[in-house]
């Protein structure tokens, strides 16, 4: 196991059952030396190799203003991580209703 990984278990296992956010991981490890390419891209392959599980997430509301000086509100959503979770596990299968967009 790499180093980075290793690190990145290491904060989700002391985030759960809550979880820790993605940006947060990254944040954290970019501090302690870690490029955050890196860890971006071993966050993805550690969920598509079910290492991680996302239990939740965190909605973010950010307002500013365009470039005409108009307000706009757009929305934003962090998936929130633990360690793999078998109970978890299937929500990572996503399948559309039939019928929808």
């Given at each position: 196991?790499?180093?980075?990984?290793?690190?990145?278990?290491?904060?989700?296992?002391?985030?759960?059952?809550?979880?820790?956010?993605?940006?947060?991981?990254?944040?954290?490890?970019?501090?302690e030396?870690?490029?955050?390419?890196?860890?971006e891209?071993?966050?993805?392959?550690?969920?598509?190799?079910?290492?991680l599980?996302?239990?939740?997430?965190?909605?973010?509301?950010?307002?500013?203003?365009?470039?005409?000086?108009?307000?706009?509100?757009?929305?934003?959503?962090?998936?929130?991580?633990?360690?793999?979770s078998?109970?978890?596990d299937?929500?990572?299968?996503?399948?559309?209703?039939?019928?929808?967009?």
């Amino acid at each position: 196991m790499t180093a980075v990984v290793v690190a990145i278990l290491e904060l989700a296992e002391r985030f759960e059952p809550g979880g820790v956010t993605m940006g947060r991981i990254v944040d954290t490890l970019e501090g302690e030396g870690f490029r955050p390419e890196l860890v971006e891209q071993e966050l993805w392959r550690m969920l598509a190799q079910r290492k991680l599980t996302p239990c939740g997430y965190v909605c973010r509301k950010v307002r500013r203003r365009d470039g005409v000086g108009e307000l706009e509100q757009a929305r934003s959503y962090e998936l929130l991580l633990i360690p793999w979770s078998q109970d978890l596990d299937r929500q990572l299968e996503l399948q559309l209703v039939e019928g929808e967009p």
